[in-house]
């Protein structure tokens, strides 16, 4: 027979502050442990909250094992799943590259996974239960690395506030018979870019053939007639770009030719200043464009040098290739 011996005033304080605030049957709960103080059997409790007596004993073992907490209700597992064996097939297929199943997709994603499933296994889950049975597995959304590890360039700047003066000058500069052209540079990759995927354990490496090779790449557009100019070389250094300079006077031999730059430290190099300091280079003619040296470095023929400091403007950098 169970039953609750005497309790004090605290231990009956507290069952009492539980009776009136507790939310649904814990509250009952606490009245049954009272009840079995004042000395009502198992039997009458029972009867009165309409319970089978092995509910009243079971609250009542609950009490002396853990006191008032043990009145409350401890977790449940939930709804069980419909299909026992998802978390495995999930698991198994995402161990499964989809090239091998047909698909031209590189890695899975959580979508491409679930559609899958439906398709092929006709296990049709939510993105929220694919992801979580992945992750209760083990696999975790990360980019592998590649065996020699590069670093991307940090703090590109995506707004440029000379954004407006360039468009300007490059609007002048169209809107004459002078030639237009785009110089720029970038690095060729021999190992490419990797993407983030599903992965387990450590983290992946893909095998690579050594060092991340990379060849520096000049090209210079003609913005009238589209035609493309390029230059391959192993870095990207200033007497490259002399190089390139030096190839588009030869192939433009008359008129004037307008070059648009960035304000990469290649171009304002001290053998490139040299190079434009050269007398052949520069007219002392009046200006037809003005161009900030921080910002646009923009050159152009018939410039002169002081035209812009006697309007109060910024001094020009535009200069004429050789004839």
Avoid at 186 to 192: G, I, S, T
Wanted: net charge positive; charged share 25%.
């Amino acid at each position: 027979m169970v039953k609750i011996g005497p309790l004090s005033d605290e231990q009956r304080q507290v069952l009492d502050q539980v009776r009136r605030r507790a939310v649904g049957r814990v509250s009952q709960r606490a009245h049954m442990v009272l009840l079995s103080a004042r000395g009502f059997s198992v039997e009458r409790i029972a009867e009165i909250f309409g319970v089978g007596e092995d509910v009243v004993r079971k609250w009542l073992h609950r009490y002396e094992e853990s006191g008032p907490v043990g009145l409350d209700d401890r977790p449940r597992p939930g709804r069980p799943p419909r299909d026992r064996l998802a978390r495995h097939i999930v698991d198994a297929q995402a161990s499964n590259p989809p090239c091998n199943n047909g698909l031209v997709q590189g890695g899975w994603t959580v979508g491409l996974l679930t559609a899958f499933l439906a398709t092929r296994f006709r296990l049709v889950l939510s993105t929220a239960s694919v992801r979580r049975y992945l992750h209760q597995t083990g696999w975790r959304w990360a980019r592998p690395r590649l065996a020699p590890a590069t670093h991307a360039p940090r703090g590109q700047r995506k707004v440029d506030p000379a954004a407006e003066l360039k468009l300007a000058l490059l609007a002048q500069v169209v809107a004459t018979t002078a030639t237009l052209l785009y110089l720029d540079e970038c690095d060729l990759q021999l190992l490419p870019v990797i993407r983030a995927c599903w992965m387990k354990g450590p983290r992946l490496r893909v095998p690579t053939p050594g060092q991340n090779a990379k060849r520096a790449l000049f090209g210079a557009l003609d913005a009238r007639t589209g035609q493309l100019h390029h230059l391959v070389r192993p870095r990207k250094r200033a007497a490259d770009f002399v190089e390139v300079l030096e190839t588009r006077a030869q192939a433009y031999p008359e008129g004037e030719v307008t070059l648009a730059l960035d304000n990469v430290i290649t171009h304002d190099a001290k053998l490139v200043r040299a190079w434009r300091a050269r007398p052949e280079h520069a007219l002392p003619l009046p200006v037809a464009a003005q161009v900030q040296r921080s910002r646009a470095q923009s050159h152009r023929t018939r410039v002169g040098p002081d035209e812009g400091r006697r309007r109060g403007q910024p001094p020009a950098w535009q200069h004429r290739l050789p004839r």
